[in-house]
């Protein structure tokens, strides 16, 4: 299966917080910068599992933006930019102590990907995965539409992650849930899951998706992941391990459940 992956590529500067914030003053941290992204993380995370995937994106007329597209390239992924005459997308991620996350994204030439930029790329058999930033966000909202389209018209299978809540919230879960028809594959955590069903528990949130979606699975961070499947609820239990950070862990997660076969199975027998 050739995996096509259409979204954003950023420069993570991340932001290692020693103790909590002390707003208006000077605070002890580590600051690091890597490649990221949701879509750019997702196709990196592919490439561990022996994969090729295609990514296009957009970056600017600028060295950084060269710089990531020669770093995935090297990990293996097959990189389709589109250089525009703005800047490269950046997010600050805030890394508390605990290993949780607060960002600060600016799109940046992501906001410039092409609506037509995967026409001439996908075949029957292809799985297509989409920002879900792509959606939420309404300069681009045109764009991951014309992808699901060209996704289902061309016979390929297709993935989002919603990526946040907040987002959710301002386009509205209903405008959400239809523009999301068709979609095989939902990704989403445990608050996006709430958000989007408008239920208060992850257990029946799960349940509502399945009623909407082939497979959708709810990521709950400690707690693992579940999925609803003939009429149960299927929780796997995460791995034990030291929080360092949860940044790019749900792409990671994502590359895992598109490239797992274990995904397929659920697919074709639901």
Not at 169 to 174: F, V
């Given at each position: 299966m050739r995996y096509l992956i259409a979204g954003d590529l950023m420069l993570d500067v991340l932001t290692f917080l020693e103790d909590d914030i002390s707003y208006g003053d000077d605070n002890r941290a580590t600051i690091e910068f890597a490649g990221g992204g949701v879509s750019a993380n997702v196709a990196a995370w592919m490439t561990v599992a022996g994969e090729r995937p295609v990514l296009h994106c957009a970056i600017g007329n600028d060295v950084i933006g060269d710089a990531l597209v020669a770093d995935l390239t090297r990990q293996g992924v097959d990189v389709r930019a589109v250089r525009s005459a703005g800047v490269t997308g950046a997010v600050v991620a805030l890394v508390h102590p605990n290993g949780e996350r607060t960002m600060f994204p600016s799109a940046g030439a992501n906001s410039e990907l092409p609506v037509d930029v995967i026409d001439m790329e996908v075949n029957a058999g292809d799985h297509v995965h989409v920002s879900g930033y792509f959606l939420l966000r309404e300069h681009s909202r045109a764009a991951a539409l014309h992808y699901f389209a060209i996704?289902?018209?061309?016979?390929?299978?297709?993935s989002i992650d919603v990526a946040s809540a907040r987002l959710i919230?301002?386009?509205?879960?209903?405008a959400v849930l239809d523009a999301l028809r068709g979609v095989d594959l939902l990704l989403c955590n445990e608050n996006e899951?709430?958000?989007?069903?408008?239920?208060?528990?992850h257990r029946s949130a799960a349940e509502e998706l399945a009623r909407h979606f082939p497979v959708a699975i709810v990521k709950l961070g400690p707690d693992g992941a579940c999925v609803w499947v003939h009429n149960d609820l299927l929780t796997v239990a995460a791995e034990p391990s030291e929080v360092i950070s949860t940044v790019g862990a749900g792409d990671a997660f994502d590359a895992a459940a598109i490239v797992d076969r274990k995904s397929t199975r659920l697919n074709s027998s639901h």
């Open positions: 996704a289902k018209e061309r016979g390929a299978t297709l919230e301002l386009m509205g879960r209903q899951a709430m958000t989007l069903t408008g239920l208060s528990d």
